[in-house]
């Protein structure tokens, strides 16, 4: 009983807060920290759990605390969290006086303040209660400041990680509104953008962790989808035993392999750039379906664009996706990695196995970086697009009357790897060359010409049809009587 009544007067003694009795309370109370201190620090000696059964029976409570979490935490984080909260909303600061696993004190950073706080682990419950918080504070504040350095980075996590589970790609400066608007106060875009780091790393893991988790994840992901062709290349840590170094991943679904055994032989490849603290490359190839969509075939993550990597993503593309597939069109754009690894044998893309082609779109993104105008773009776009000879002839010569160092740059490039007209006229005049052609009339203005016989894949025969050109009518006559307009300019060689 005496120990009861003890304790509800120095609780009275405590949170007496009115006029002239409160400054002689707070020297009091200040004079009972010390004497506690010396206690607890005789205590810590002799037992690592610095919490008594006093303390767990007096719970204080402050009537200008806008939060009761302050009272009984289940662990210290949160202790601490409420004290940030409560002095930033307050437009005041504090400092640690001792922090430990049981126990957390704290006092005002102004001398002649007498507001000290100290919260510490119940030996009965075992959580953090608190045990010691003498008055409100009576400091002035001289200067309101943009910012408080009690909002941490690590508060900012706690505040957003609800939204980041909600929505991974948080705009760094909605989290500054936020924050603003809760607190008044301006935090910097870099405290920001940490704080989100850090929530995204409390929500999904920090990076060393994901990465540790992908052999896990692709052998999940190739059980859960049978047939699916994934596999990680790794090395020995050089310095860390038992420890393996993630180089490279490979990874393509059997489902989109399957599928593109009857899409068309294109295939296009490039990749990116990974955001993160181990950066790294995404490289992908896809394919286009009947309707001309875009089709994902593989994926693999790589450190660099080098040669190197670039032959080893093609190698597995032609022995998992490409198979014996021939005359694989690969288009790209114009990385020397990649047009050095399509010349190698182990690729699988030389010869009868494959063509390289550059991408168009990257050309004249090259192109109108070293170019300017709008008219010049339009004209890269027709030279490339355009499949007469004619019509590319004409958009070169009027980018060299605009720019003569434009039409040098795009002819140093070789025309068969971007052009369609180029391309197309090689293939026509290889078709042709083969073709029996009968002399020109130039009375008449009429020749023949037999195409040349080949056999399909079904072993057929086609070819050996009989065409009469007549060049002043405009049209050609077959043996079968049905007359051919001419809408594209013909190429043709006499023999």
Known sequence: MDNLLNEIERSNAIYNLSGVDADQNHENELESDESECDEIHNAEQDDSDYSTDNDDEHIPTAPWFETEEINVNSDKQSAISAIKEYHIRSSRNFHVVKSDTTRYEASCVMKDCPWRIRVMRSKKSGLFVTTKLPAEHTCVLMTLERDHKKLTSRMIADVIKLQVIDSPYLKVSNIRNQITSMYNYHVSYKKAWIGKQKAISDVYGDWMTSYAKLPIFFSALIHFNPGTIAFIDAEAHSTKPNTSVCKRIWWGFKSMIDGWQHAPPVISIDGTFLKGKYNGKLLIAMGYDSNNQQYPIAYALVHEETTVNWSWFLHHLRLYV????????????????IIEAMKMVESGF???????????????????????????????????????????????????EINLDAEIWLRKIPLEMWTMSRELFETVEKKTSSHKVIPYNEQRGVFEIVTAQYRTINRYWKGGNKHNVDLYRGFALVENGIDIIFHVHILWKVV
Do not use: P, Y
Not at 323 to 336: G, M, P
Not at 368 to 379: E, I, N, P, Q, V
């Open 350 to 400: 030389t010869g009868k196995w494959g063509i390289h082609r550059f991408c168009l779109l990257h050309l004249r993104s090259n192109f109108c970086s070293a170019f300017l105008g709008a008219h010049l773009k339009m004209l890269c776009w027709m030279v490339g697009s355009t499949s007469q000879v004619r019509k590319f002839e004409a958009a070169m010569t009027q980018i060299k």
């Open 322 to 337: 490409c198979q014996n597939r021939k005359s694989v069109c690969i288009i790209s754009d114009q990385h020397a990695g």
